[in-house]
């Protein structure tokens, strides 16, 4: 099992950036696929960033593609989001989730393991 904790959200003005991390317990971290979601008010979670279990490859909507970035530590047990050019609709709880399923998933259904998420709020 992991456990996950996310840091770093906040509020922010559009332009801006932000960078979200995600700490996770358990000896096995470096087995798993991570993936960051997000939930705004009244919307479904959506697929924001995926990387693979080495931390080499990654993918990501449209939506946040060429903005966004994320990267995964083994040796600190930790993934991280960095956020560029940030836009009022990207305004959500951010999570962190962990699959052993597979490589790059992009459905919340395929992750086992979420943290307790955290606020980004932009502002025009």
């Known amino acids: 099992q992991v456990q996950l904790v996310e840091s770093g959200g906040g509020l922010v003005q559009a332009g801006d950036s932000l960078r979200l991390s995600c700490s996770a317990s358990?000896?096995?971290?470096?087995?798993?696929?991570m993936g960051w979601f997000r939930q705004a008010p009244g919307k479904e979670r959506e697929f924001v960033a995926a990387i693979s279990w080495t931390g080499r490859i990654t993918a990501y909507p449209d939506s946040v593609k060429g903005r966004f970035t994320m990267s995964k530590d083994n040796a600190k047990n930790a993934v991280y989001l960095q956020m560029n050019s940030l836009k009022p609709e990207d305004t959500a709880v951010y999570y962190c989730a962990a699959t052993l399923r597979g490589s790059l998933l992009q459905h919340r259904s395929d992750y086992d393991y979420w943290g307790q998420g955290t606020q980004v709020t932009v502002s025009s």
């Open positions: 358990g000896r096995t971290f470096s087995s798993y696929s």
